[in-house]
């Protein structure tokens, strides 16, 4: 639904992500993570790179996904792909690209208001991470201003965090957290309308198996 929309924005996007929301929901979501160096994450439905950029900042090897080839094309130029720090892989995030247990995190920022089922999607951020790894999701907080369904291509208008809660937990998440990031979205319809959304921050450790559901087939 939204593929078309970031196919056509690419390069564009940092510009408007700038008046969409500031550096500091990275900063908040890297920081509730605990981050080290030297570990592995993946950011799922990186874009042009906003979270990969703040993760390779503080010395992590990164694994990009989008389902947009032209995202991915536009974070490879800006990036130092030939230091073989990030790898971009085309993909969808019912399905990422990767191996169960593949990564010491995962993030994915302003995606879930896109994808289709959120659960799956979560499942899958949860599958591709090892027992004792972290997941962090920071988006929309559950809003009514239909035009970022309408003109912004926003499949879901934000969430509840309780729904979110319950999701980290059906996914094999423990020590969950669902919370302010402290930050809101700000967006304006073509006709004038003005939008501040709050953001949450949603975070959760993967649990050791059985608690880790895989998705794939057996
Ligand atoms: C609002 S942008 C956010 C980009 C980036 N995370 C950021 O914070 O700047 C959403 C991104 O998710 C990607 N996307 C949307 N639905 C997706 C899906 N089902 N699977 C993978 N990527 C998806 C889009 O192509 C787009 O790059």
Redesign the pocket.
Known sequence: M??AY??ALGGE??RL?ER??SEAV?DKALDAAGVMRGALAV?????????TRGLVARGLRVIA????PV?LDALSKKQALAAGVIDCRA????RLPLEDDAADYCF????LH???TPLL?IREMVRVVRPGGRVVVTDLDAHDHEFLRTEHHDRWLGFAREDIRRWFQAAGLTDVRVESAGEDCCATSCDGRAAAVTIFLGLGTVGRPPGKGSTRPA
């Open positions: 939204s593929r970031f196919d996007w940092d992500r969409f929301f990275r950011d799922v439905g990186a874009g042009t790179g906003f979270v996904v989008d389902e947009s995202m993909g969808g995030a019912d994915a920022n302003m995606l896109h994808v289709e999607a």
